[in-house]
């Protein structure tokens, strides 16, 4: 089956629809707009992506970005959904290498679903997740997979109690207009972790950082401190950089929490342009002088 998927609106699908129908190619398409609200899950835990109720696996993907609904009213609320039905649709596609899609080695590798799904696979803990719009559906299984957070399927926002996100979202039909993270909330402590180089002389800088809030970015009282990667462990570090091999990054932060069953650290995402300077305050610079050794150091 081949799966076509974009603006409600856009003559482009409208033009590719129709050439699969008169060559008699099985297409499924999934068109998001004003006037529909298709219900997408992914579930991580099993890789089952279901839309609209129907469990699919596309051996191809079109895709293209709705740019149309946002010339059509320019609210920004529309941008911001066509951004995340995108993001959330590609990065299943770059999670499975067998689908056939295009432009798969041009673009993508800082999509969050796909760099969550590819962490998984690389052997790093993560949270249980469901990348979805089925709120329904996620708020009927909320007491079976414990207390649950959300955040931006894009990334940049903040995460969230996911019964904040049920009580400010508008659902038609039980579904919001825009796929998000749901995930099993983790708890403390939170440590982040920089990778800077490449391969065997990739260094590490650790450190922990000590909060009451959910998301720490909001907490003006948050406290960092430095870790000795002892602290980390060899198995998260080496998760770590065979994920930041497989993105081909040589320069990124990692953060994780601890699962609340167990006390090992869950990966939660990568960032490849993180900011440092508050931690560089408390470990006498040591992600600046990583960063300036990589940049002055022996060419290939």
């Known amino acids: 089956m081949l799966l076509i998927a974009g603006g409600e609106a856009d003559p482009n699908v409208d033009s590719l ?23 997408l899950a992914w579930r991580f835990e099993d890789d089952r992506l279901t839309i609209d109720g129907d469990e699919v696996s596309p051996a191809g993907v ?19 959904r066509a951004n995340a039905w995108y993001t959330a649709l590609q990065g299943w596609m770059l999670a499975h290498p067998g689908v056939r899609m295009l432009n798969r080695r041009y673009g993508g590798q ?9 962490a998984a696979r690389v052997g790093l803990r993560i949270p249980l997740t469901r990348v979805t719009n089925a709120l329904d559906a996620v708020e009927r299984e909320a007491a079976a997979l414990g207390p649950l957070i959300a955040k931006p399927v894009t990334g940049g926002g903040y995460a969230q109690p996911f019964d904040a996100l049920l009580a400010g979202t508008e659902r038609r039909d039980g579904r919001s207009a825009a796929p998000a993270f749901v995930q099993r909330r983790m708890v403390p402590p939170e440590v982040r972790v920089y990778g800077v180089g490449e391969g065997a002389s990739r260094r590490f800088v650790a450190f922990r950082v000590d909060s009451d809030a959910l998301d720490y970015r ?12 002892s602290d980390v462990g060899a198995e998260v570090v080496g998760g770590l950089a065979r994920l930041m091999d497989a993105l081909e990054m040589d320069y990124g932060a990692a953060d994780f929490k601890a699962d609340p069953d167990t006390g090992a650290l869950a990966f939660l995402e990568v960032n490849s342009a993180p900011m440092f ?15 300036l050794d990589f940049l002055t150091g022996p060419t290939a």
């Open 17 to 39: 629809v129709a050439r699969a129908e008169r060559r008699g190619i099985e297409a499924r398409t999934l068109r998001v707009g004003a006037g529909t609200n298709p219900s």
């Open 62 to 80: 079109f895709l293209r970005y709705d740019v149309f609904g946002h010339l059509a009213d320019g609210r920004q609320a529309t941008a911001y």
């Open 110 to 118: 800082m999509n969050k679903p796909f760099m969550l799904h590819l």
């Open 218 to 229: 909001v907490d003006d009282d948050s406290v960092v401190v430095h870790l000795p990667l």
């Open 277 to 291: 300077a508050g931690f560089d305050a408390v470990s006498d610079s040591a992600v600046s002088d990583a960063i």
